[in-house]
């Protein structure tokens, strides 16, 4: 079976549990996110997937009915970029397994090093974050990344899509000096990697003998054959202006640019090309010391006003990844600072799905899509909101594995002196 088929198999669906019951889930504000939202509006799922959305939908006999009045209903959140499930306790080394030795680690695959029992899943899904971009860290080509949901027994039944993207780190001081070493590097392999795969085409024709096996130059062709996108982690717009040029010579049709807030000085040329992005942490101090003290906060606008289609993330750290749920209130602070709150909560929902290749599955609350959601006792973007339920494919998730809400509960009720 063909890469491409596996992928197309684990998107279908196929890979994940879906509920098999039908549920009406009534009385709650829904919000698609692609649409106005519903006042008392119904989500009607069956067997794992939403069947119908509105005010008026006709509920069959043989449907389950959840009460959901006075909450709001919202899809899944969805990070963009994060460790989470690669890594554990940042101060114990055998916990940690974001990063590989070496510079070029193109046969690095996110998902199978995921680890299915973290303790930092339910404390994220308990934030409403149900699906995460697990991306690998370190080198200059990095690997690459899949679609996780946050619920399942093992790596294989979490992939929802793999691979997402292969993920190349942009050297920083090669926008200055057109003979980098690692820039040079990776073009070097790039250069082995297309003889390679010419090597095994006329192999597969019968015109050569067959080149020897090898896995990092494997794991690039479906990347030079423009059938995985390339993810360009950057730093300041000059380094990123220097990657957008480097992929265009490279011939690379499928690019998503990963970066700060100085994406928001490229929005014209990113709309104009139509690259998405993925902004980098919302919460940062000015990179220089000319600039105003809200730099970071208005880029997200300044991306929407252009056009740009985007996604917000903090950054995707080791650090962040226990606290991955609060992609909500960088979106938040954006939507403070200009950003109109719809669009703010697309970067956290629709816009990411769709940069990782799972807008036809997630991101959205649509007939035909996956009953990923949760439900909120208000605006998704608000700090004081508490997510009271959360579904993944249909089956509700047991909040109370969150080992921070048991440590709540318990505490909760101690005797005061």
Known sequence: MSRIAIALLLASGLAGPLKAETVAYVGATVHP??????EDGILLV?????????????????????????????????????????TEISSVPGTQDTTEMGQVNAAIRAEVAVNHDSMLFAPNVAGGLLTAHVVPQGGLIRGTSAAISLSGWNWEEMTLAAPVGMHVAFP???????????????????????????????????????????????????????????????QGERDMNAALDWANRQGFERIV?????????LA?????????????????????????????YVAASNLAEAGVRFAITDGGSAFNAGNARH?????????????????????VTL????????????????????????AATGDALEVTT????????????????????????RYRERPRR
């Not at 069959?60 to 994060?82: F, N, V």
Request: glycine share 8%; aromatic share 8%.
């Open 327 to 347: 992609i909500t209130f960088q979106a938040g602070m954006a939507a403070a600072f200009g950003l109109d709150s719809e669009t703010a909560l697309k970067t």
């Open 268 to 296: 014209d040329r990113l709309a104009l090309e139509d690259i998405p992005a993925i902004l980098n942490s919302v919460y940062t101090m000015p990179p220089r010391a000319w600039e105003p003290y809200d730099e970071a």
């Open 386 to 409: 508490q997510i009271q339920r959360a579904w993944i494919d249909g089956e509700e998730y047991d909040l109370s594995r969150d080992r921070q809400r048991q440590l709540y509960e």
């Open 172 to 234: 920083r001081s090669a926008a200055e000096n057109e003979d980098d070493d690692d820039l040079s590097l990776i073009d070097e392999v790039l250069d082995q990697a297309r003889s390679w795969s010419r090597a095994m085409t006329a192999w597969r024709d019968g015109n050569a003998s067959r080149p020897r096996n090898n896995d990092q130059y494997a794991a690039l062709e479906p990347v030079l054959e423009g059938e995985v996108p390339v993810f360009l982690h950057t």
């Open 33 to 38: 996110v692609s649409g106005d939202a519903i």
């Open 351 to 374: 816009w990411p799905a769709e940069i990782i290749g799972m807008g036809e599955e997630l991101g959205s609350l649509e007939t035909g899509k996956r009953a990923t959601f949760f």
């Open 46 to 86: 069956r067997d794992g997937r939403i069947e119908d959305i509105g005010a008026d939908v006709e509920i069959p006999d043989d449907a389950r009915t959840e009460d959901l009045s006075g909450l709001h209903l919202y899809p899944g959140l969805i990070h963009a970029g994060t460790v989470l499930g690669l």
């Open 257 to 265: 640019l990963v970066g700060g807030p100085d994406l928001q000085h």
